[in-house]
């Protein structure tokens, strides 16, 4: 294979990860709209796009690693541990700038998708965190009283609900 046909390859494929991560991006900051707002249901459609722009990542991480280890190969760059930069190292203008411009651009746009992701997580733990409260308030006050008399046993106080305040008061 050519240099021309192995850095076209690699290109070809830098491109379209670029693209999915674009995509992946939207996908996660909508997500956190839809986080924010409780849309259940467009949440469940959210992760399902999500997880198929995952799983086309993955293939196209595949198809990079070996267009990579293709192309370092013939400019005698590393092949067991192929990284762009280092490729675009070995390479001429305007491949390597292009190389270098893809490069930054993936790496801008996968820390943007890692930082929305940690700032949906704070979203889920904080309804988590106050859906669970909620909960056990409801449990408390579905439950009957369990108080502990001045002997250290504990009362026998009403079991039914929605009692808040006790009549001794």
């Keep these: 294979m050519s240099i021309e046909n192995a850095f ?13 991560y674009r995509h992946l991006l939207d996908v996660v900051r909508k997500e956190k709209d839809l986080l924010i707002q409780v849309d259940l249901k467009a949440l469940e459609e ?3 796009s999500k997880e198929a722009f995952l799983n086309k990542l993955r293939t196209l ?23 762009l930069l280092d490729i675009a190292k070995k390479l001429k203008d305007p491949n390597a700038e292009h190389l270098r411009s893809i490069h930054a651009t993936l790496d801008l746009l996968l820390s943007h998708v890692t930082e929305q992701n940690r700032e949906n997580a704070i979203y889920v733990d904080s309804a988590l965190q106050k859906l669970s409260g909620a909960l056990n308030d409801v449990k408390e006050t579905v439950s009957g009283k369990k108080n502990y008399e001045r002997q250290g046993k504990m009362s026998t106080g009403p079991d039914k609900s929605g009692n808040f305040v006790s009549k001794e008061a």
């Design 46 to 48: 959210s992760n399902k």
């Design 61 to 83: 991480e595949a198809t990079r690693e070996k267009c990579a280890r293709e192309l370092a190969q013939i400019v005698g760059a590393d092949v067991q541990n192929p990284r």
């Design 8 to 20: 076209q390859n690699l290109v070809s494929n830098l491109e379209e990860l670029t693209k999915i």
